[in-house]
Structures are given as C-alpha cells and as structure tokens.
C-alpha cells in the first residue's frame, strides 16, 4: 500500500477521494497517476505519494517531520530527499519554488498545498476512467455522444437501474448497434494515437532480446573526433534502457571495440547478443555523415540499414533517430510510458552537447578528472540537460572514491543527482548512480527504496538488478544479493565486465571458485586483478595472489590496489611495508573524506592479516560505523580470525547484527 494512503488527512471538510482536480491537472487515486488535461504526467512512487498528502491536506502546513515520518516510516534519511520529491513534483506541475501555484515552501518549516481543488473533480474524472459514462464520450462531442446513447431508449435514460423493466428486443438491438459504432470510436481513436497498437505481437520468449551498439568508426581518423564515436553510441544505449522487451549491453562492455574491425559472429558470441549495430561517421567541418546498419548475428541479415547527413551542432538528431529505427526494424511492441520516454528530448544548447558527449567519452576511460571538467562546462553551459548532471555526478563519485576525491566530491555527486532527478524524474540512471552513492556512504536503507522503485519502470534493466545486490551485500542479505546479481547477468551476461562491477557475495558466503568463477577472464583492469587476488589468498593460492596483486597495483594504483599491495607484502614477508602502506591509506581517507565501507572493512582485514590488532579493530569498527554492516561475513570472516579473542571484537560485531537485523525488518 502506499505510504501516502496511510497518512490521514487533517484538512477541514476534505474527506479522501478517488481523485482531485485543480488547475489542468487531476491527481488520479485509483490509478496512482497524475493528469494534465487528459495526458499522464510521469512521476516516481514516491513522488506521486508526496504529492497526494500535500493535496489531502489542502491548505494546511505539513511540516517537514510529518511528511518524513509519513513517506519513509522507521527508516533513515535526510531532509535533502523530501526536497528533491517536493522539487519533482513542481517540475511536474510546471513551477519553480521563487513563483509557486501549487506548492508553497513555508521556511524553515515545511510545506503547503495552496492551489484550490474542485469540487467536482470525480464527476470529471470518471470520464477517464471510463466508470459510468458511455463509451461515446471519446468522440470530439462528448456531450451530443452521450446524448445520443441516452436516447437509443429514452425509457432506459430516466428510470433507475435497479427498477428498469427488461428492454425489449429492439431495444436491445438499438443498444447493441450504439455500443458497437462507440467501440469503432474508441478502436479509431487508440489506431490513430497509436498506430502500433494493432500491430501482431511476435511470440513471447523467456528473456528480452539482446543487442549490442558498438562504437561507431571515424572514417576519417581525425583525433579531435575519435570521442564521437563511443559518446554516439553510448546516447543510443542510454536511450533505450527503458525498453523493456529489449536488453542492450552497456557501454562499458562494447568500449572494448574503439577503432577496430570486427567479425560479426565473433563479436556477437564474445558480447552474447543476437542482435548488432554498427556503424561509422565521417566529419567534414560542420556537415557530419553516418551511416548504420543493424545486423541479425546468426544470419549475418542486415535487418535495416540508414545514413543520417546533418549540421555538426545538431547531433542531438542521431540518438532519436537510431533509437527509432531500431525499435520499428525488431517490432518491439511499446508501453505508453516506454513511448513516452522514447520521443525526442528537448533542445539542449549545441556546444553543451558536445561537451557533454566529450564527458561521456572520457569517464568511460576512467579519466575522471578530465571528465569533470567537460561535463561541469556542459551544466554551466546548460543547465536543463538531466543527463548531464547525471553523468556528471558519477564522475564525481568515481573520483571521490579511487582518486581520492573525498567528501567535497561526494557532496558535489549527490548535489548533481538531484538536479538530474529534478530535471527528469523517471530517468533511469540518475537513481541508480545516486543509489551507489548512497551505499558507499553509509546510507543503505536510502539506496535501496530508489533501486526498487526504478526497476518498476523497466524490470529488465541489468545495471540495476546489479546495483540493487551490492546494497544487498552491504546489509548482509548475501542469498538475496546473489539473487539479485545472478538476475542481472542472466539479462546481461557481461555485466560483470563492468568496472567495479564484482560479484562478492560469492567470497563472502566462503564459495570461492565460484566467486573466481564470476570473475570475467580478462586481465586488464586493475580492479578484477586484485579480486582474483583476494580470491586466491582466501584459497591460500598466496604465489598467485601476489603476482596478482601487485600487477593490479602496477597497472593502476588506487584506494583497492594498494590494500592489495600490503596484502602481498604479508605473504612475500614484508609486513612493516604494509603496515606502511595501509597507514598513508588511512591517512588519505580521514584527510579528505572518502567513503566506501567496503574499502575500510578490507583496511581492517589487512591489519589483521599483518598483525596490528588495534589498528584492524579500529577500522573495522569504522567499516560497521559507516554502512558495512555485513553481519554473516564478518560473524565468519577467516581473515579476522586473530580478532575473535580480543575485547573490542564483539561489541563491533553485535553492533553489525543489530543495523543488519533492522534491515532485514524493513525491507524483507
């Protein structure tokens, strides 16, 4: 049940009702949605819910404490998450805090729904809905329609349904004719708004079909280009992540395929899809050319094929374009809403596009500062372009995190999500990237409600299904992580390729191989290389380990591959480096604010291997402290096995099973 629903209205004289009208808009109860003349306003759950109780209690002052404790009971979070609803929601409404008309912000208290509602908002809305009225009532003339109908018996028209007398055969006959010509109205009306509803639906399968968008190719070679063709591709894959009858594979898997040739079956076995496209662009000052065709990797059969000749400042064209010969050439059978998200975005400023696009290109090569600084001048540049602020935000997290970033980058992330979601609310991205965010500092319990709801809009989204297991695997809910994660990869097998992206909750339920399993067979990012290190110094494979992680180190020294490194020092008897290591480590954390519980509960495991008690509970209590409260783990945990006897182990421990049983109450 919805939390809103819950929350008793307290207005004088407004009793709760299906639905309420005010301005163009009616805020539909039974159906959970919003309208605005007739059209569905998208909203989130919780957003819609925010917006229900302010309507409920017209005209009264919520306060903040009472929307919270209403719209997240006994959970925790923080006042910015009822401003970004309240800010959603006048987003929707078409408003801005500075001129409000529906939503008054009373400072430092809370807020008031001002707008006044109509009173005969049902009559109104049960039009819609379709519960009383004819169904000529969707021809252009409601009225005369529902005239008409009336007059098929006028005997019917006036008396009660209960004392109505049986209509005689030519009444009926006469009613069966006026209810048939109102369904050809309706049947005309849907074929015209929606011309592929009639269209034969092909036969349902177990899983979504499968396709891979590969880098386009720079006929021309020009350097100040090549960031075209990865960033194009990367715009089409974005868009389609809401089809849900569709599964594409991220761009971190088809990076891989800058600038080379490709054999389709290769490719098409190596990304596991059944489905290609490829293409290339060749730019010539302002006039750019590309060209695309969209491939059946069994058959080699070119399903569809185009070129699209444009000016270089209108590049935004090519991700509508693409996505929309795509979806017509495999006749995927839409939802309104994935309609609604497929049509074309709004204008974004040129160059901010390009910056943009620049952005995109860099953080996929893990140049996050590079990246930053594009996709900040593209915000400033324009500031109305969600996607950008999204992207954006997770430079910032990525930079926080393994360079070093800290608090003020994390702050900046969380600052950046929340105008991505207040520019577009049911972006699928955004939520995810801030759900990360919320997990690597401290604040699971916040992550997971927006995972959930976001796999709402799209249950076959992959990245999300990944996300929602990692946070998962921070609470300690190991079986439902692995669920969760093997969920993801049977939508996207490679979603493991993905940097940062490693199935732990395998190593933390003490199964080993098949954590080594999981891991994907490259070994080209530092990242993987230092969980097969881990996974082999849990086996005691410590010759392995060690070239393993100190080959992760080499190729990229972060935050995870230095505490590799002081792993390796313990087995090659080097303790007094390591200890060194993970004390700079320790060091540059508290110096600059950087999150990841993980990370720390792994600083504690080291300590422990090398042999400083003090120091190993220390940070293991600020891993529990700060949001990895993995309780089975670390009640099982053999590399903190030295831990067990001294004194300070199990207040930390029973401090995990408590945060790890709240949890496991409210969300299972």
Same mark, same amino acid.
């Given at each position: ?526 990242? @993987? ?130 945060? @790890? ?8």
């Amino acid at each position: 049940m919805s939390t809103a629903n819950q929350f008793r209205p307290t207005a004088k004289g407004l009793e709760a009702r299906p639905c309420y009208a005010f301005g163009p808009f009616v805020l539909d109860t039974i159906q959970h949605g919003l309208l605005k003349q007739g059209t569905p306003v998208p909203l989130t759950p919780k957003t819609y819910d925010t917006l229900l109780l302010l309507v409920q209690n017209c005209g009264r002052m919520l306060s903040k404490e009472e929307l919270m404790q209403a719209l997240w009971p006994d959970s925790f979070v923080e006042e910015s998450n009822l401003t970004q609803q309240v800010s959603m929601i006048r987003k929707a409404l078409g408003e801005s805090a500075s001129e409000p008309r529906y939503i008054v912000t009373v400072p430092g208290c809370g807020y008031r729904f001002a707008a006044e509602l109509k009173p005969d908002a049902e009559d109104e809305h049960r039009d819609r809905r379709g519960n009383s009225k004819p169904l000529l009532q969707f021809a252009n003339d409601a009225k005369a329609s529902a005239a008409a109908l009336a007059r098929v018996d006028p005997n019917e028209a006036t008396v009660a349904a209960a004392e109505r007398p049986a209509p005689s055969p030519i009444s009926r006959a006469r009613l069966a004719v006026a209810v048939t010509v109102a369904l050809l109205v309706v049947a005309a009306m849907v074929l015209a708004k929606f011309p592929s509803a009639l269209r034969p639906k092909p036969p349902l399968t177990g899983s979504p079909r499968s396709l891979a968008i590969l880098p386009l190719q720079n006929i021309r070679q020009d350097a100040a280009s090549d960031f075209l063709g990865f960033s194009l591709a990367d715009a089409v894959i974005t868009k389609l992540d809401y089809v849900s009858s569709l599964t594409v594979r991220p761009s971190t898997a088809v990076e891989k395929y800058r600038g080379k040739l490709i054999d389709i079956a290769s490719v098409g076995s190596d990304l596991k899809v059944d489905t290609l496209l490829t293409g290339s662009f060749l730019r010539d000052g302002d006039n750019l050319r590309i060209t695309y065709q969209l491939i059946e990797v069994k058959t080699e059969k070119i399903l569809g094929r185009g070129t699209i000749d444009l000016k270089y400042d209108n590049l935004l064209r090519v991700q509508d374009q693409v996505a929309e010969q795509i979806i017509s050439k495999l006749q995927l059978n839409l939802s309104p809403s994935e309609a609604q998200h497929l049509k074309p975005v709004t204008p974004v400023s040129p160059l901010a596009y390009e910056y943009y696009l620049r952005g995109v290109d860099l953080h996929s090569q893990h140049k996050f500062p590079l990246a930053i600084k594009m996709l900040e001048k593209s915000t400033e540049m324009d500031p109305s372009y969600a996607l950008a602020w999204a992207y954006l935000g997770a430079s910032y997290t990525s930079d926080a995190t393994f360079e070093f970033g800290g608090r003020e980058q994390y702050r900046r992330a969380q600052v950046a999500y929340e105008k991505a979601l207040a520019l577009e609310p049911s972006q699928m991205d955004a939520p995810m990237f801030l759900a990360n965010l919320f997990v690597d500092t401290g604040k699971v319990e916040q992550a997971v409600p927006l995972l959930r709801n976001t796999l709402k809009a799209n249950d076959n989204y992959a990245p999300v299904h990944w996300e929602l297991g990692y946070a998962y695997r921070f609470a300690g809910m190991l079986q439902e992580s692995a669920a969760e994660c093997e969920r993801a990869l049977q939508l996207d097998p490679l979603v493991k390729n993905s940097n940062g992206s490693v199935l732990n909750t395998y190593l933390y339920l003490g199964e080993y191989d098949k954590f080594l399993a999981s891991l994907p067979d490259a070994n080209d990012s530092s990242f @993987h290389l230092f969980y097969r290190g881990f996974g082999e110094f849990y086996k005691r494979d410590f010759e392995h380990a060690s070239q393993d992680f100190d080959r992760a180190n080499d190729l990229y020294p972060t935050l995870y591959t230095q505490i590799g490194k002081a792993l390796s020092d313990s087995i090659t008897r080097h303790p007094s480096e390591g200890l060194e290591i993970l004390r700079g480590l320790e060091k540059k954390i508290a110096e600059r604010g950087v999150g990841d519980p993980e990370a720390e509960y792994k600083i504690a495991q080291a300590y422990a291997v090398l042999g400083d008690k003090a120091a190993a509970l220390a940070a293991l209590r600020r891993g529990v402290e700060s949001g990895f409260f993995c309780y089975p783990y670390l009640a099982s945990d053999p590399l903190l096995n030295t831990l067990r006897g001294e004194s300070g182990f199990s207040p930390i421990l029973e401090l995990a099973r408590q945060r @790890h049983d709240a949890f496991q109450r409210n969300f299972f």
